[in-house]
């Protein structure tokens, strides 16, 4: 349980980045028999962004973290920690969010990566959670950024026009709450993993191959774990502080098909005018799709101060969570 004191972890920030080069459907059809219709409409995706060449996760990542401590009218020198959900570190270590707190000029603190797939902001955030509720942290940021092009066998049409490049953060800042559901912050998290099903999703390369290796997926498969696992993820947090879906503003889901993001919203009984949406510009950035929809949901105006969100992934692992939070 995760309501253990009256202290919240409460999010002061959020910015993003996307690389500038954007890849619309329609480029795939000249290598790869695919069409603009099937993608659109078997994923809703209709573009993502790529990152140039030399131009690294943790860059990525550096620039949303900018943006986000641009947003909260703060210095990097405010921060006690950075923890970074990716699984494309520029380098099997050190951790890319080292890197991003020497390009930020923090020189005290901490940072580290975590890995867990499209999954990881999720975990990311409730480790960030826990170190805030223990007071080992004041201030936290926490950065999903990915740069899946990185691992696309270009060869691969069931994979390779799904995925994209890009960061998203946001700062969680200590504040005290009375402990009630109406505390601004997280509320409640819940996450699980699964590694029986770690051959579904995979890259087939990594230290024991002695190189990187490309993302292999069985598509099917993921997509019936998905909607059934992140309705019932979403509402397991929401059941641990007393809640239920209607009581919701809006949900942020991981973006990788509209498909499994409706008929997860399906199942939860939303409507789709309470999903913040963004599949269609970004691709499946992985751990970086929940934050970049965050930044992108409160840029359109969509998320207020004060709103009752609840945010779900699954990817690679499995590993799959939801996290609820009044923004
Ligand atoms: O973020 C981590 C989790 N990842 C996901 O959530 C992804 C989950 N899975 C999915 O989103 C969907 O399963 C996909 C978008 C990957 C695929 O959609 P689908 O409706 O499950 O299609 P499928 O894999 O069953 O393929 C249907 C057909 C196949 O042809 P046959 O065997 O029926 O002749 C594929 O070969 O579509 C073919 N196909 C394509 N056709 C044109 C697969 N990829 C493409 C393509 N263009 N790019």
Same mark, same amino acid.
């Given at each position: 349980?995760?309501?253990?004191?009256?202290?919240r972890?409460?999010?002061?920030?959020?910015?993003?980045y996307l690389?500038?080069?954007?890849?619309?459907?329609?480029?795939?059809?000249?290598?790869?028999?695919?069409?603009?219709?099937?993608?659109?409409?078997?994923?809703?995706?209709?573009?993502?962004?790529?990152?140039?060449?030399?131009e690294?996760?943790?860059?990525?990542?550096?620039?949303a973290?900018?943006?986000?401590?641009?947003?909260?009218g703060?210095?990097?020198?405010?921060?006690?920690?950075?923890?970074?959900?990716?699984?494309?570190?520029?380098?099997?270590?050190p951790?890319?969010?080292t890197?991003?707190?020497?390009?930020?000029?923090?020189?005290?603190?901490?940072?580290?990566?975590?890995?867990?797939?499209?999954?990881?902001?999720?975990?990311a955030?409730?480790?960030?959670?826990a170190?805030?509720l223990?007071?080992?942290?004041?201030r936290?940021?926490?950065?999903?950024?990915?740069?899946?092009?990185?691992?696309?066998?270009?060869?691969?049409?069931?994979?390779?026009?799904?995925?994209?490049?890009?960061?998203?953060?946001?700062?969680?800042?200590?504040?005290p709450?009375t402990?009630?559901?109406?505390?601004?912050?997280?509320?409640?998290?819940?996450?699980?993993?699964?590694?029986?099903?770690?051959?579904i999703?995979?890259?087939?390369?990594?230290?024991?191959?002695?190189?990187?290796?490309?993302?292999?997926m %069985?598509?099917?498969?993921?997509?019936?774990? /998905?909607?059934?696992? @992140? =309705?019932?993820?979403?509402?397991? $947090?929401?059941?641990? !502080?007393?809640?239920?879906?209607?009581?919701?503003?809006?949900?942020?889901?991981?973006?990788?098909n509209?498909?499994?993001?409706?008929?997860?919203?399906?199942?939860?009984?939303?409507?789709?005018e309470?999903?913040?949406?963004?599949? %269609?510009d970004?691709?499946?950035?992985?751990? /970086?799709?929940?934050? @970049? =929809?965050?930044?992108?949901?409160? $840029?359109?105006?969509? !998320?207020?101060?004060?709103?009752?969100?609840?945010t779900?992934?699954i990817?690679?692992g499995?590993?799959?969570?939801?996290?609820?939070?009044?923004w």
């Open positions: 349980m995760n309501t253990v004191s009256h202290s972890a409460v999010v002061i920030g959020v910015g993003h690389p500038e080069r954007v890849v619309e459907n329609a480029e795939f059809e000249a290598s790869l028999d695919t069409s603009d219709e099937w993608i659109r409409s078997r994923s809703g995706i209709e573009r993502r962004h790529f990152a140039a060449e030399g690294t996760t943790s860059d990525l990542a550096t620039k973290a900018q943006a986000a401590l641009a947003d909260a703060l210095d990097a020198t405010a921060l006690d920690a950075i923890v970074l959900a990716t699984s494309t570190a520029d380098m099997t270590f951790s890319a969010a890197m991003v707190q020497a390009n930020l000029g923090m020189t005290k603190g901490f940072a580290f990566d975590v890995q867990a797939v499209c999954a990881g902001f999720i975990y955030l409730a480790n960030a959670q170190l805030i223990s007071g080992q942290a004041r936290v940021m926490v950065i999903g950024a990915e740069t899946f092009s990185r691992i696309m066998d270009w060869t691969d049409r069931g994979t390779c026009v799904l995925f994209g490049d890009g960061a998203g953060a946001l700062i969680l800042e200590a504040q709450g402990g009630s559901n109406d505390d601004r912050g997280i509320l409640s998290t819940d996450l699980n993993s699964d590694g029986r099903h770690r051959d999703l995979y890259v087939d390369g990594g230290v024991a191959t002695q190189n990187t290796g490309f993302l292999r %069985q598509g099917k498969e993921v997509f019936r774990h /998905a909607v059934e696992k @992140l =309705a019932a993820t979403a509402e397991t $947090a929401l059941s641990k !502080i007393g809640m239920s879906a209607d009581e919701i503003d809006w949900v942020v889901p991981h973006q990788a509209i498909r499994i993001i409706s008929g997860t919203a399906r199942k939860l009984g939303l409507p789709m309470r999903v913040v949406v963004t599949v %269609q970004h691709g499946n950035t992985s751990a /970086a799709s929940i934050p @970049l =929809a965050l930044s992108v949901g409160k $840029a359109r105006g969509q !998320i207020r101060q004060g709103d009752m969100i609840v779900e992934a990817g690679g499995l590993a799959w969570g939801a996290v609820v939070l009044r």
